[in-house]
């Protein structure tokens, strides 16, 4: 089982950064890949980014250029596995809540974020991390 924890949100104004963690607690054998999703209020969860165990990263197009995220850290021994999310240049329209999850599924080399471009429901989710941008 999954428990997933996220931290480092706020209220901030337009042209402020954050980085956002994520902190899995899964006893598992390896991650293919880990990635960040936001939800407005009204709207449907999005995707924002993923990233492989093998480095590749994929954003939406909005955060492109000011959002980063980074490589996973799988600490073997306390069965915790982070990942942080770099947020430059917030805008209001980045205000959400932030979720973060994993694929499990080691099928491919190098890992594979297949599952969280498809909107692959992964079951477990987190309280997320609010994150608050005035204009």
């Known amino acids: 089982q999954v428990q997933l924890v996220e931290s480092g949100g706020g209220l901030v104004q337009a042209g402020d950064s954050l980085r956002l963690s994520c902190v899995a607690h899964a006893e598992m054998i390896c991650i293919s890949a880990m990635g960040w999703y936001r939800q407005a209020p009204g709207k449907e969860r999005e995707l924002v980014a993923t990233?492989?165990?093998?480095?590749?990263?994929?954003?939406?197009?909005?955060v492109k250029g000011r959002f980063t995220i980074s490589r996973f850290d799988m600490n073997r021994f306390t069965a915790k596995n982070t990942v942080h999310l770099q947020m430059n240049n917030l805008k209001p329209e980045d205000t959400a809540t932030y979720y973060c999850?994993?694929?499990?599924?080691?099928?491919?080399?190098?890992?594979?974020?297949?599952?969280?471009?498809?909107?692959?429901?992964?079951?477990?989710w987190g309280q997320g991390t609010q994150v608050t941008v005035s204009s």
């Open positions: 999850n994993l694929d499990p599924d080691c099928t491919f080399y190098g890992g594979n974020y297949s599952r969280f471009l498809t909107g692959y429901d992964f079951g477990s």
């Open positions: 990233i492989t165990s093998g480095g590749r990263s994929y954003y939406t197009e909005a």
